[in-house]
């Protein structure tokens, strides 16, 4: 059984940053991929970012590329999204998921398992 538990999320202002940990049970970091992904209010889930297996390769959606940075402690079970520079428009739910494979990807269906989510807010 995969567990996937986000935390960090918070109201922030715009121009700030915060730190998202999502710690995985299992084998779950020595063996894929990993992602995460946003869902604002009525919009599709979107990704966001992505890392590989090794941690040697990532992702991320052209719109936080600069401003958000993806990394992960496998020695922790924990991956991480350092988002800086943030923009009322970054408000959403963030997801973990699990890839599928071992290269990052960005299609949600190419990912299996999912945490539930942690709110951030940017306020203008």
């Known amino acids: 059984q995969v567990q996937l538990v986000e935390s960090g999320g918070g109201l922030v202002q715009a121009g700030g940053s915060l730190r998202l940990s999502c710690a995985a049970s299992?084998?779950?970091?020595?063996?894929?991929?990993m992602g995460w992904f946003r869902q604002a209010p009525g919009k599709e889930r979107e990704f966001v970012a992505a890392i590989s297996r090794s941690g040697g390769s990532t992702l991320y959606v052209d719109s936080v590329k600069g401003r958000f940075t993806i990394s992960k402690d496998s020695a922790k079970n924990t991956m991480y999204l350092q988002m800086s520079s943030l923009k009322p428009e970054d408000t959403a739910v963030y997801y973990c998921?699990?890839?599928?494979?071992?290269?990052?990807?960005?299609?949600?269906?190419?990912?299996?398992?999912w945490g539930q989510g942690t709110q951030v807010t940017v306020s203008s």
């Open positions: 998921a699990r890839g599928k494979a071992t290269i990052p990807v960005t299609r949600l269906s190419d990912y299996d398992y």
């Open positions: 299992g084998r779950t970091f020595s063996s894929y991929a």
